[in-house]
């Protein structure tokens, strides 16, 4: 395969930047019109990317209702069932669905995740995420998140369970042998069985094994937990680094850790987000992102960082133009997000006013407000770096932002040999180089034998 970079759309109602959706280009009902995003999914097939990537949190995150009042992100689709939707309306570019192992239950994911894979052809990922919304316990009948290293377990029990499930299968057990009246050689049907710390299920699935094997496995985790979670389990990992010295550091220690386990460095690819603005000249990259910071008032722009940071901040009360301080409170929530956030502040001495803003802008992911050639300079200078294995594209706005991008910048990657020009294989792990895993039962069975 081509040394050529990955690319994932981040699908999104209106777009990254926090006050998208008031742009007059962004469809103001885009977030539960199926139309929308069925746009979006076929201006990245058209452009090649690998796949789309729907995020989720099963919460409302916004505390009050001031700010609720006036946050553009609280009226999207659940992810399985949009991109069970978008699954009949392209045929060639994968679907990542974001679903939390804290509140889903193996058997209940398992078989969704199977059912978006058989419906797709064999384009269905799973991000692989622990809740850390604030608000999410609550719906859950709970008061409060489990602590961190306990959703971790949780999670990766609950990962080892959904593979199991997917297993109990083997590839031809399902025969349909009409003249026989044998539907299924029960042969190949093996029972899970599994009795673990947080969970007991039995099995078999009630769906054959996915075409993949396993849909591709995607984690978005960085901190300590979830970089060894990522190590294990993972084979795309989404992350948002957006220094590159930085980033050449985290490649080279997890290809290092995947390597320690026994696996194979390409088979865990690394792609960071990038948020690209893009203008004919710098100048009207610049007036793009300065008209869309127009549209959020300080105190939603407060409300989101706060959240970004681990709701251990009050930031309402604090001297805006006061430095960043280098360390917060540890918070039970987002951990590797706090990390980044506190690192880009203290490289460039950093206000609170001056993080707050760049937080609503990019989230803490790499942004890149330029012309098209300069963009395209900073993604193959991170790829050809060992920084990254591609990108996840978080337009600031879409369809106007995806637009800009693919028009613009993706021609100047393609004229650098680092991007495609179609699809070359026909499930999402083809696209991407990723192995499809054999069974483990099946190959139990062929290990037994005299």
Known sequence: MPHEMKLGLFLVQAGYNQGAWRDPGVPASGGVDIAHYT?????AEGAAFHFVFCADSPSVSEPDHATIARAGRNDGFEPITLLSALSSRTQQIGLVATATTTYHQPYHLARMLASLDYL?????????????GKFEAANFGEEELPDYDTRYARAK??????????????????????????????????????RGSYFSVRGPLNVARPPQGYPVLVQAGASDAGIRFATEVGEVVFTAEPSLENGKRYYANLKAKVRALGRQEDQLLIMPGIVPIVGRTKQEASEKLQRLQSYTPLDVLITRAD?????????????????????????NFFQSRQKVLLGLAARHNFTWR???RLIADSGGHLMVVGTPDEIANTMVDTFDQRAADGFNILPATVPGGLKDFVE??????????????GYSGKTLRENLGLKRPPNRFAEADVSSRP
């Open 39 to 43: 746009h979006m999914a076929a201006i």
């Open 120 to 132: 797709s052809g064999g384009r269905a990922a799973w991000n692989i995420v622990t809740s850390a």
């Open 157 to 194: 029990e609950f990962v080892e369970v959904v593979k199991g499930l997917w297993d109990t299968w083997e590839d031809d057990a399902f025969i349909r042998d009409k003249q026989g009246g044998i539907f299924a050689d029960t042969n190949k049907l093996h029972l899970l069985n599994h």
């Open 307 to 331: 959240q970004w940071l681990g709701f251990v901040t009050d930031l309402r009360s604090v001297n805006l133009d006061a430095l960043v301080p280098e360390a917060l409170p540890p918070t």
């Open 354 to 356: 001056q993080l707050i």
């Open 408 to 421: 613009l910048v993706i021609p100047e990657l393609r004229r650098r040999g680092k991007f495609r020009s």
